[in-house]
């Protein structure tokens, strides 16, 4: 079975670009959730989505959004990106809400 | 609030056992989780605890106690690869199904 996968890799954009991160979850699983990674904050739930709804969201500013479409793939978006917003964005996904979570290799982020 | 500590670094040699606490202090809980992240990859989940005890799989042990808000995960018969970071996460339901994440504690082995 083929894991998470996270699309683009790698994302170099400059400030008040915007920005659209793809993740496809495991097959089968419906919960997706998205948390940023930087060495100072370590790791931070952004939101999680389960069968298209918005369960849960983070402490982030509205610039973070996302969706999750019927096929369980989600896309997380920022807009007007600021240096802080470098990163490695994380997905992963689990079976049903509570289950155990299976992270993708991520997406690193730079804001130049 | 939501805190969960973990010490920031730890060393060790080829062959031992090291153990990596992780406290914390969250509104409410539903499960303690340990993950390994290599440098540059994703995390792996290893463990899940929700009930106090000990619980094995081949070299790595994970341990909860609930009323102290402490787990600690064991690692047996250290190899060079074991050289990761390790993070303690936490389910609280106030937070809904969210993880909150320690920030991690890098272990490095040498031989």
């Known amino acids: 079975k083929a894991g998470v996968t996270q699309t683009p890799r790698y994302l170099i954009k400059t400030r008040g670009q915007q920005v659209t991160l793809s993740c496809s979850p495991i097959s089968g699983h419906r919960s997706v959730s998205w948390y940023q990674q930087t060495p100072g904050q370590g790791l931070q739930f952004l939101f999680e989505?389960?069968?298209?709804?918005?369960?849960n969201k983070g402490n982030f500013p509205g610039r973070f959004s996302g969706r999750q479409f019927s096929n369980s793939r989600s896309e997380m978006n920022v807009s007007t990106l600021e240096l802080g917003d470098s990163a490695l964005y994380l997905c992963?996904?689990?079976?049903?809400?509570?289950?155990?979570?299976?992270f993708g290799p991520g997406t690193r982020l730079t804001v130049l | 609030g939501q805190n969960i500590d973990q010490p920031t670094e730890m060393t060790a040699t080829e062959g031992a056992i090291v153990q990596i606490n992780c406290t914390y202090q969250?509104?409410?809980?539903?499960?303690l989780f340990w993950y390994q992240q290599h440098a540059g990859e994703a995390p792996t989940f290893l463990s899940y605890n929700v009930l106090d005890g000990l619980e094995e799989k081949g070299r790595f042990s994970s341990f909860l106690s609930r009323s102290k808000g402490y787990s600690y995960l064991l690692l047996k018969e250290l190899q060079m690869k074991d050289s990761a970071s390790y993070l303690c996460a936490v389910r609280d339901p106030q937070a809904g199904t969210a993880l909150i994440f320690g920030k991690g504690t890098t272990l490095s082995v040498s031989s």
């Open positions: 989505y389960f069968s298209e709804t918005q369960r």
């Open positions: 992963a996904s689990s079976w049903k809400e509570n289950n155990e979570q299976f």
């Open positions: 969250t509104s409410g809980f539903n499960g």
